[in-house]
């Protein structure tokens, strides 16, 4: 078990122990895919909440005896308002343990509703975000069996929903680079002519003159903009998620993970240990997608400096991307591949 959890939300979180036991309604331990929960019985039904006077996480320390092989698992002490018993006198307490998989069904269908153990530490509205992929992924799953496809089949449910603001989006960048081939030779003479904000300030004014905005070849990151929510959601129901925890997929063992195709038997700056097949094809088919942009300019020289920029925000994605679960990777992959397929289709219809 990786932290603590507790049914109180008042100002000492977690590490900050005893809470007020007044105010425990649940407490125990979690991971990422599992939790082991205690809650008041039925003799303590009447007002809710936990009899402890203390909540305490301690940790098993090296040479403690102990059938669990790792030292320094945590471990969760509760302490009973008892002070004395009598001869003869019984004091009993009762309590339900919940013990089992952090799934959505497995954590709302006990006696208390324990759905805010997952995505915490979202905004409420991310939190809708990713139980709402959680909801669309188990949509398709129960169609397609398959973690794996359904994860690419969302990739393409998300790229045709999308696909009206990137038809605007692309013609909005053609229309600025026909209008920067128009305005080269007028471009060249204000650099030549010019240095600086003056020729900063001549460069807008000629924009201004034709009409044409210089932030309009930025509106195809409007499409990418849009989707870093979802990015965002997908990373945490893709590595928390109990649903998709033993997920395999090709030669990738769990999709909630790095792929680690194989070990380099050492370890490797920004790579790790393991070499991962999955971020590799995807900086592939990123850099692909990348050169279908129209270029906005016809000069080689700075032709050259975006294919450098285009490189370096290629591997930027690399290794952003490179310790990522491998379903955020797939979907990356995918959803970068129809988008050049898209882009085809979309220009096939313009010429």
């Not at 799934?103 to 995505?119: D, H, M, P, Q, T």
């Not at 300019?297 to 294919?307: D, F, P, R």
């Not at 979907?331 to 289709?345: D, G, V």
């Amino acid at each position: 078990m990786g932290t603590v959890a507790s049914g109180w939300d008042g100002p000492n979180k977690a590490g900050n122990l005893p809470w007020p036991s007044q105010q425990l309604t649940w407490a125990g331990l979690q991971d990422r895919y599992f939790a082991l929960l205690i809650f008041p019985g039925e003799t303590e039904k009447a007002n809710g909440v936990l009899p402890f006077t203390t909540v305490e996480l301690k940790f098993a320390q090296p040479g403690v005896k102990t059938s669990i092989k790792e030292n320094n698992f945590p471990v969760l002490w509760f302490r009973l308002p008892i002070t004395s018993i009598a001869p003869g006198e019984q004091i009993c307490w009762e309590f339900l343990i919940f013990s089992g998989p952090k799934s959505k069904e497995a954590l709302a269908s006990g006696i208390v509703n324990l759905s805010s153990l997952l995505f915490p530490g979202l905004w409420g509205w991310m939190r809708w975000i990713c139980f709402g992929l959680l909801g669309i992924l188990g949509a398709i799953h129960a169609i397609i069996p398959d973690w794996g496809w359904t994860i690419i089949i969302l990739a393409l449910i998300v790229r045709i929903c999308l696909s009206p603001l990137a038809n605007i989006a692309l013609k909005s960048q053609q229309r600025f680079v026909d209008a920067q081939k128009l305005l080269l030779p007028e471009l060249k003479e204000i650099k030549k002519n010019f240095k600086g904000g003056e020729q900063s300030e001549k460069i807008l004014q000629l924009y201004k003159k034709h009409n044409v905005s210089p932030f309009a070849g930025l509106k195809p990151l409007f499409v990418v903009l849009i989707q870093l929510p979802i990015l965002i959601a997908l990373f945490h129901v893709l590595g928390s998620a109990y649903e998709l925890h033993d997920a395999r997929f090709l030669w990738i063992n769990t999709l909630s993970e790095p792929d680690k195709l194989f070990c380099f038997g050492f370890n490797i700056p920004l790579l790790g240990r393991y070499f991962n097949l999955l971020p590799v094809i995807m900086a592939i088919v990123t850099l692909l997608s990348f050169k279908l942009a129209p270029a906005p300019t016809a000069e080689k020289k700075e032709q050259g400096l975006q294919n450098i920029f285009l490189i370096a925000m290629t591997l930027m994605f690399f290794f952003l991307f490179y310790s990522f679960p491998a379903g955020m990777v797939l979907y990356w992959t995918f959803a970068n591949f129809f988008h050049i397929i898209q882009h085809r289709l979309m220009t096939f219809r313009m010429i």
